[in-house]
């Protein structure tokens, strides 16, 4: 096999994140890195013995060797490093969101089936072996019909009007934070898991800090850093905290979710529970290895992952065996190997989400934010 030649853009958490599972993904090799600031970019090329560094990504797209691009930016220039990407022929994986608007995000995924190129949106949690799990559970029929799904993804990083980060300011995020970074990955998962679209939903959200305290230096996202009083302005916030969300979830099943940057002591703390008429699954990322079955008239369950008695589909996704724990970071590893073998191989399906998913949660999130607007009921288009 070939090998493949993969650029990163941006260099930030996500950046890093990507890096270090790429370096895990065979027959790829990244042959630079892009960033705003070349002493930024020069650093982290040079811990990954990436070879090239540069300012400016336009430059990479032309270059005909160049297979792919991993855009790792803030979220409002996904869509132009996307759009100039795919016009340049590259292949792209795209953090999420896909971009800040539905406007931007169906003209990227109309670009891509155009195109014909391989495209990827980086809704990464999918693919923790125990999510694939309940997934296949599902299709087998050892739930029964969906009835209920509901959980929270909560986190603590953003609880103190001292704490910033480039998503709190709409011109970088879009005009959702909480909603749009972590609302979005349990709603993918949800609907993956359930194979069931939500058709409706009543959404709550909540700016509790109206200003922050933004660093009059660049913060690291998760970085926890307070600064002193002369080293910050008093910025107003327009982008939501906490969201509540209610919803029809398919023809007949009803759900309900939180998600939040404020809840002290959850660090990560996304949870997924889908209870059918047959038995019930819950899932907690904090614990990855660990899934939860719940019956009516026999025994509960915690099952441990260990891909050797994880239906066939499932284990798949799992690459250790049983007691050796897989988490946040293979999780990338498990989506950029299937993006690469995709390229590869152009026979091969598309088992990994793409443009069209990210343009989903985009109007799930126009209906979270016109609900919560308006204080109704909302159908996503």
Not at 263 to 287: C, D, F, H, M, P
């Amino acid at each position: 096999m070939s090998r493949l030649k993969t650029a990163v853009i941006g260099t930030g958490f996500m950046g890093r994140v990507h890096l270090e599972a790429l370096r895990r993904v065979e027959h790829v090799d990244v042959i630079a890195v892009a960033g705003r600031q070349m002493d930024s970019a020069k650093k982290l090329a040079d811990l990954y013995d990436v070879p090239a560094a540069v300012t400016d990504y336009k430059e990479l797209l032309k270059d005909p060797t160049l297979d792919a691009v991993h855009i790792c930016t803030p979220n409002a220039s996904h869509y132009p490093i996307a759009k100039a990407s795919l016009l340049a022929g590259k292949n792209v994986l795209c953090e999420k969101p896909v971009a800040v608007s539905t406007q931007e995000a169906e003209e990227l995924t109309a670009l891509a089936a155009e195109t014909g190129l391989r495209n990827c949106v980086c809704h990464n949690l999918r693919f923790y072996p125990m999510v694939q799990q309940m997934r296949r559970m599902r299709e087998a029929g050892q739930l029964g019909d969906v009835l209920v799904a509901q959980g929270t993804y909560s986190q603590d990083w953003m609880m103190f009007d001292t704490d910033w980060n480039w998503r709190v300011d709409e011109k970088a995020s879009g005009p959702s934070r909480v909603m749009a970074d972590i609302g979005s990955h349990w709603f993918d998962m949800v609907e993956h898991i359930t194979g069931l679209q939500v058709q409706s939903l009543c959404a709550d959200l909540q700016i509790f800090f109206p200003t922050r305290k933004q660093p009059k230096r660049s913060v690291e996202s998760f970085t926890g850093k307070m600064p002193s009083e002369e080293d910050v302005d008093i910025t107003p916030v327009t982008t939501e905290d906490f969201g509540a969300v209610i919803f029809r979830l398919g023809q007949s099943a009803r759900g309900a979710m939180t998600a939040s940057q404020v809840s002290a002591g959850r660090k990560n703390g996304l949870s997924v529970e889908i209870y059918g008429t047959k038995a019930s699954v819950a899932w907690n990322q904090e614990r990855p290895d660990e899934l939860w079955i719940g019956n009516r008239n026999t025994p509960n369950q915690i099952i441990i992952k260990d891909p050797s008695l994880l239906l066939p589909s499932a284990g798949k996704y799992a690459d250790l065996p049983g007691g050796h724990s897989e988490g946040y970071d293979d999780t990338f590893k498990q989506v950029f190997r299937r993006f690469y073998a995709s390229i590869a191989d152009p026979s091969l399906p598309a088992d990994y989400p793409q443009m069209k998913d990210g343009l989903r949660q985009m109007r799930l999130l126009d209906a979270e934010l016109a609900s919560s607007k308006n204080r109704s009921w909302v159908n996503p288009k």
